[in-house]
Nanobody
Framework: VQLQASGGGLVQPGGSLRLSCAAS????????IGWFRQAPGKEREGVSC????????YYADSVKGRFTISRDNTKNTVYLQMNSLKPEDTAVYYC????????????????????????WGQGTQVTVSS
């Protein structure tokens, strides 16, 4: 199983990026997929997730209204569209999933629900700076 995260880069405040999480070895439609981020010196934060059952999406309060998660089953890929980016969005972004644990639990519950997922993407750097 591999998750390939890509799409990061350097963008000015107010700009946009779209991250991709391309999966192989699993079918994303059957897994809840989460996006997480970690900035230097900070704890990991659950950013967004999409469920396997009905594709329900969830977001951390810090990104609600600015980020949109989506899933393309034909491409076996999950996306994170990030708009109105702020300097505080600067971090390494990871996608992750697990055979038995729903990453949406951490996205909604915060650090108290942190979990060691089975599968992680390699991370993609997002830097928001003028």
């Amino acid at each position: 199983v591999q998750l390939q995260a890509s799409g990061g880069g350097l963008v000015q405040p107010g700009g946009s990026l779209r991250l991709s999480c391309a999966a192989s070895g699993i079918t994303v439609a059957y897994y809840a997929i989460g996006w997480f981020r970690q900035a230097p010196g900070k704890e990991r934060e659950g950013v967004s997730c999409v469920t396997s059952s009905d594709g329900t999406t969830y977001y951390a309060d810090s990104v609600k209204g600015r980020f949109t998660i989506s899933r393309d089953n034909t491409k076996n890929t999950v996306y994170l569209q990030m708009n109105s980016l702020k300097p505080e969005d600067t971090a390494v972004y990871y996608c992750a999933t697990d055979r038995h644990y729903n990453p949406c639990i951490e996205v909604l519950g915060g650090t108290s629900e942190r979990y060691d997922y089975d599968y992680w993407g390699q991370g993609t750097q997002v830097t928001v700076s003028s």
